[in-house]
């Protein structure tokens, strides 16, 4: 009888990733980690911290996500190892649990060591732009966007002016907004501001669409909707 074939290298790089793909499909909280990472990092470029702060961040990055990682496996282990309530089963998922936290708190820690002061500074020369920034143009933009929001319900009958049909409210203001803070920023902070605000329109149509309030299509012409009529103001009067 033949002995069992060893994975080669390439295999057993291909089960790791697929160890990493499976806990980003199953995991909601590795997701999470996934994209505050890739917003840590872009911010990292972006105000161009040292070499060893960069290094910092991704051992503080790395820790968080191995520690989601093991956690994931330890409870699906104790969840095959077990079909009814132990309590020593609940411990061990609590402290892998508790593995995390601790893990996540020093990320945050080293976060805010890193990006504190230089955020700061950056932020305070931010909002003296601000205070001097066409709040008329940003203003009008937003009435603009309420005003073809309203009318296209109206015309559609579908929906009501804070709930439900064709665009999203929501989500058109918060892409009109995006739009607007990409144009008031300063050039020095214009693609910080921008990708922050950006993410945080996506956000907004992203519970819409999970609250069951609206659907894809609905959320994504009420962004276009905000984007483009904001973008036509600032581009016919600033």
């Given at each position: 009888m033949n002995?069992?074939?060893?994975?080669?290298?390439?295999?057993?790089?291909?089960?790791?990733?697929?160890?990493?793909?499976?806990?980003l499909r199953t995991q909601r909280n590795m997701r999470i980690h996934f994209a505050v990472a890739f917003v840590v990092l872009v911010v990292a470029l972006v105000i161009n911290v040292s070499k060893f702060e960069l290094i910092a961040l991704l051992i503080s990055i790395t820790f968080v996500l191995i520690a989601e990682m093991l956690n994931t496996a330890v409870e699906a282990a104790i969840d095959i190892a077990t079909t009814s309530f132990?309590?020593?089963?609940?411990?061990?998922?609590?402290?892998?649990?508790?593995?995390?936290?601790?893990?996540?708190?020093?990320?945050?820690?080293?976060?805010?060591?890193?990006?504190?002061?230089?955020?700061?500074?950056?932020?305070?020369?931010?909002?003296?732009?601000?205070?001097q920034a066409p709040a008329e143009i940003t203003l009008?933009?937003?009435?603009l966007t309420i005003i073809l929001v309203i009318a296209t319900k109206a015309y559609t009958g579908r929906g009501t002016p804070l709930r439900g049909g064709v665009p999203s409210g929501h989500a058109a203001l918060a892409f009109a907004g995006w739009v607007a803070a990409t144009y008031v920023a300063g050039s020095d902070h214009r693609f910080l501001v921008s990708s922050l605000a950006l993410i945080m329109a996506i956000l907004v149509a992203q519970t819409?669409?999970?609250?069951?309030?609206?659907?894809?299509?609905?959320?994504?012409?009420?962004?276009?909707?905000?984007?483009?009529?904001?973008?036509?103001?600032?581009q016919v009067f600033q």
């Open positions: 002995a069992r074939r060893q994975p080669g290298v390439l295999d057993s790089f291909n089960y790791a990733v697929e160890g990493v793909i499976h806990v132990d309590p020593m089963a609940k411990l061990a998922k609590d402290i892998a649990a508790g593995a995390v936290l601790i893990a996540s708190v020093n990320a945050l820690a080293v976060g805010y060591i890193v990006f504190a002061g230089k955020l700061a500074d950056r932020s305070s020369q931010l909002l003296d732009r601000l205070r009008v933009a937003l009435v819409r669409v999970e609250s069951g309030v609206h659907s894809a299509l609905e959320v994504t012409y009420g962004a276009l909707v905000g984007a483009l009529a904001t973008l036509v103001v600032f």
